[in-house]
């Protein structure tokens, strides 16, 4: 999906607006509740560019267009810099619209990923957006995305009646970790409490540093929780993303998971209450199918499973 602004203070050419138009009114069941246009079913261009140039003459607003890679015009999304209300202090998603022709393929949150980018590039905390009430479907999209309720009101332009949601927006963080599995098929895990994510148990591992590739940081990881240097990341288990807080920060932490075969033994050189570790224990396959607390990654007792019984490939 790539991102382009549309130009303020020009005029939206001939082929352009007949895009945006088609756009718009394969929408026609949201703008039924929204009420922005007069026929929802007979949306035209003359209509379309006025609203845009309206929206792009409000100062800090950006119009953007979403096309695939062939140039099709997937979707349009409109954000502002921040709000009128000088007591909201976040930038807000205005408008996101996916065309009818693409919906279902998850082109909606890819967009509203791509804006959230772009915010979190810009230095946003956070990102605040509306939803009408006559609209359940636009709430459970937004919520699903991980927005919650901040607060209910009318909106400003024509007091509708709205659920205002606020996203904080994570840092992004890459982290490798390493499965550690002794001959017997148990695997070595840290408990852990963390502010946000709570009680889990997850492997050695953690953030990598600058210029550092997943495997380097795993090995470099494992050196310094266990004290262990004769061991080497092997296959590539799998990688999943987590929601965590580090130092007070909330980030989101996309991990590199790799699996090896290792003596039993107890981790030694390392002070591992100071890297957060509130306990260890060499989990059987048993123990970890039947674990009572969160096991990160999820899947963790399935994937080593399919993994020993292909071979440790």
């Known amino acids: 999906m790539i991102l382009a602004p549309l130009s303020p203070g020009q005029d939206i050419p001939g082929p352009l607006l007949s895009e945006l138009t088609a756009l718009y009114a394969s929408n026609s069941a949201f703008h039924r509740l ?70 279902g393929k998850g082109y909606g949150r890819a967009l509203a990923e791509r804006l959230e980018d772009r915010l979190r590039a810009r230095g946003a905390a956070a990102v605040r957006l509306a939803v009408l009430d006559n609209n359940p479907a636009g709430l459970a999209f937004w919520t699903s995305l991980g927005y919650g309720l901040l607060d209910r009101r009318a909106d400003r332009a024509l007091g509708r009646p709205c659920a205002v949601l606020r996203k904080p927006l994570r840092t992004l963080r890459p982290a490798a970790r390493i499965a550690v599995v002794d001959p017997d098929g148990a695997v070595l895990l840290f408990r852990y409490d963390n502010a946000e994510a ?33 061991l080497s990341p092997g296959t590539l288990l799998c990688t999943w993303e987590n929601d965590l807080a580090r130092a007070g920060v909330p980030v989101r932490q996309h991990e590199h998971v790799y699996v090896t075969r290792g003596p039993r033994r107890e981790p030694a050189g390392a002070d591992l209450a100071a890297e957060g570790v509130l306990a260890w224990h060499w989990w059987s396959p048993r123990e970890l199918a039947r674990a009572r607390e969160p096991v990160w990654p999820r899947g963790l007792a399935r994937m080593l499973a399919a993994w020993a019984s292909a071979g440790d490939r």
């Open 34 to 103: 929204t009420g922005d246009f007069p026929d929802p079913d007979d949306i035209r261009p003359h209509q379309i560019a006025a609203a845009l140039t309206g929206e792009l003459a409000v100062p800090g607003a950006e119009v953007l267009l979403a096309r695939a890679g062939d140039g099709r015009l997937l979707g349009l999304a409109i954000t502002l810099a921040r709000h009128p209300d000088p007591a909201d202090p976040d930038p807000w998603i205005g408008l996101l619209l996916v065309h009818g022709a693409e919906h």
């Open 198 to 230: 709570g009680i889990h148990w997850a492997l050695p591992g953690g953030g990598l540093e600058a210029g550092e590739g997943p495997r380097e940081g795993a090995l470099r990881e494992l050196a310094e929780e266990t004290g262990w240097t004769d």
